[in-house]
């Protein structure tokens, strides 16, 4: 079982930076594809960015692309999610996960085993 822990939170005004951060213990990192989850009160997990166990191939929700970088460092064992261009609506709980399933990256939350706990970035001024 693979053990998620996000880290990078915080309260930041619009149009700043973030930078989420995951990191594992337990397996690997590299074996699994990791994504990021966006929750917001009353509403689905939704994925907005993956990057996958074989090739590391990136994949972006549509409304983020252009704002939102996934890395991974392998000797770290992180995955990171850089994110510029800070907007309201990007307020929420982010989360890790990981996925072993095909397709590759598929940003469908019943893929995805093990959760981080989640983290709370808020953007207000």
């Known amino acids: 079982q693979l053990l998620l822990v996000e880290s990078g939170g915080g309260l930041v005004q619009p149009g700043g930076s973030l930078t989420p951060s995951c990191v594992a213990f337990?397996?690997?990192?590299?074996?699994?594809?990791i994504a990021w989850f966006h929750q917001v009160p009353g509403k689905e997990r939704g994925g907005i960015s993956c990057?996958?166990?074989?090739?590391?191939?990136?994949r972006y929700e549509d409304s983020v692309k252009g704002r939102f970088a996934i890395s991974r460092d392998s000797e770290k064992n992180m995955i990171f999610l850089p994110i510029n261009s800070l907007k309201p609506e990007d307020t929420g709980v982010y989360y890790c996960?990981?996925?072993?399933?095909?397709?590759?990256?598929?940003?469908?939350?019943?893929?995805?085993?093990?959760w981080g706990q989640g983290i709370q970035d808020t953007v207000s001024s």
């Open positions: 996960a990981e996925a072993t399933q095909w397709p590759l990256c598929g940003l469908k939350l019943e893929a995805y085993e093990d």
């Open positions: 337990g397996s690997n990192l590299d074996n699994y594809d």
């Open positions: 990057i996958s166990r074989i090739g590391f191939s990136i």
